[in-house]
């Protein structure tokens, strides 16, 4: 497609539910990046994944988070057993290779835990 | 780890007047990236900067990495109301071989605003 694009845009659940956020990057894009941006904060660096190799999981705040790509294409962050501070926006990048000077952001996921 | 810190955390200007946003790190820059935000929208790229000393400009936005290489500065002349948002800086990661990759540390953004 022609940008980073995510889906739900908006998302409201209740605390202890599970939630799922999907990111589809730019055609042919192999770097593919997840960021948190909580009120009054910067963006958090959550996972990266660059091909084939393993993730960069070091963002990832517990192990109620994780994410997956299939087929090197579309993403998808999962939050298990949401929490109130889990409210954030959740933000997808994705660029040519694993310089950042391609990131293309998408427009993000507002998530509200209530 | 990498740590930025933004300056000043809001900004409020009267359309037509300069301004300048400071970006510290803790360590050394080895890429530094000005993003803008827009509320409920993604982040838009503005500038980035490699150089100790390296200086870009874009309509009227000029991004300054200085020569320590440890501090960045975005000005805008004569801002607009079109100028408001949030400004992000990035730095780039260095993985153990001393290669950037993609993943970026931002700081906590500058929100700015400009009545007309």
């Known amino acids: 497609g022609a940008g980073v694009s995510q889906s739900p845009s908006n998302k409201v659940t209740e605390k202890g539910k599970d939630v799922e956020l999907r990111c589809d990057p730019i055609s042919g894009h192999t770097a593919l990046y997840w960021y948190r941006q909580s009120l009054g904060q910067g963006l958090e660096f959550l996972i990266y994944f660059q091909g084939n190799s393993a993730p960069d999981k070091s963002g990832l705040p517990s192990d109620r988070f994780s994410a997956e790509r299939t087929g090197g294409s579309v993403s998808t962050l999962t939050i298990q057993r949401t929490q109130q501070e889990d409210s954030a926006v959740y933000l997808c990048?994705?660029?040519?290779?694993?310089?950042?000077?391609?990131?293309?952001f998408g427009s993000g996921t507002r998530l509200t835990v209530v | 780890s990498q740590e930025l810190e933004q300056s000043p955390q809001s900004l409020i200007v009267q359309e037509g007047k300069n301004l300048t946003i400071n970006c510290t790190s803790s360590k050394t820059l080895y890429g530094l990236y000005w993003y803008k935000q827009k509320y409920g929208e993604g982040l838009i790229f503005l500038m980035m900067?490699?150089?100790?000393?390296e200086e870009k400009s874009h309509e009227k936005i000029t991004a300054k990495l200085d020569e320590k290489k440890q501090q960045s500065s975005l000005h805008i002349t004569a801002s607009q109301p079109s100028h408001a948002g949030i400004y992000l800086c990035?730095?780039?990661?260095?993985?153990?071989?001393?290669?950037?990759?993609?993943?970026?540390?931002f700081g906590q953004g500058t929100i700015l605003t400009v009545h007309p």
């Open positions: 900067l490699q150089k100790g000393g």
């Open positions: 990035g730095a780039a990661t260095l993985n153990a071989g001393g290669t950037s990759y993609g993943k970026l540390t």
């Open positions: 990048a994705s660029s040519l290779g694993a310089n950042p000077y391609g990131y293309t």
